[in-house]
């Protein structure tokens, strides 16, 4: 295998581990509504956190086998799409924190009662909080765009 069949090889898998965090991390987040213990819910959404991690891991090896690809192909990040693509997918990391974070306090708040038998409804109402919602849709749809641009690769 040439080094260029090595940088591709290992980025698609890093798109994989990517995405495959992002399905994670939202399955477990809409997980919940089906949930009624406040413990029942700290689990699902702990789910979510593995989804982020192993988004984490991919996006910072997405980076990492992006730019060796850029090297390989002789491309730089003047070209448009490229630089299009790294700002959305940075747009989206960023999205996603910002999205996260009521998921993250309703978890914790969760824990807190994971013995009761009704949820607090700050619960809910954290984990249906319209702009964090938003946020995580927007996340998604930049990553999206990322991917389709990737597919495309305008010249």
Do not use: C
Not at 17 to 25: K, M, N
Request: proline letters at 4%; glycine letters at 12%.
């Amino acid at each position: 295998m040439t080094s260029y069949q090595f940088a591709l090889l290992f980025h698609l898998v890093a798109v994989i581990a990517f995405f495959s965090g992002l399905a994670v991390a939202a399955a477990a987040q809409l997980g919940w509504l089906r949930r009624e213990r406040p413990g029942e819910i700290a689990a699902v959404l702990g789910l979510a956190r593995m989804g982020v991690l192993v988004v984490g891991v991919g996006m910072l090896l997405v980076l990492a086998t992006g730019l060796w690809l850029i090297e390989e192909t002789g491309h730089s990040l003047g070209d448009g799409w490229l630089a299009l693509s790294l700002l959305l997918l940075v747009v989206a990391g960023a999205l996603g924190g910002v999205g996260g974070r009521k998921p993250k306090e309703a978890r914790r708040l969760a824990e807190s009662q994971a013995g009761g038998e009704a949820p607090d409804p700050a619960i809910r109402t954290l984990l249906l909080d319209p702009a964090a919602m938003l946020a995580n849709v927007l996340s998604a749809v930049a990553a999206l765009a990322v991917l389709v641009l990737m597919v495309w690769r305008p010249s």
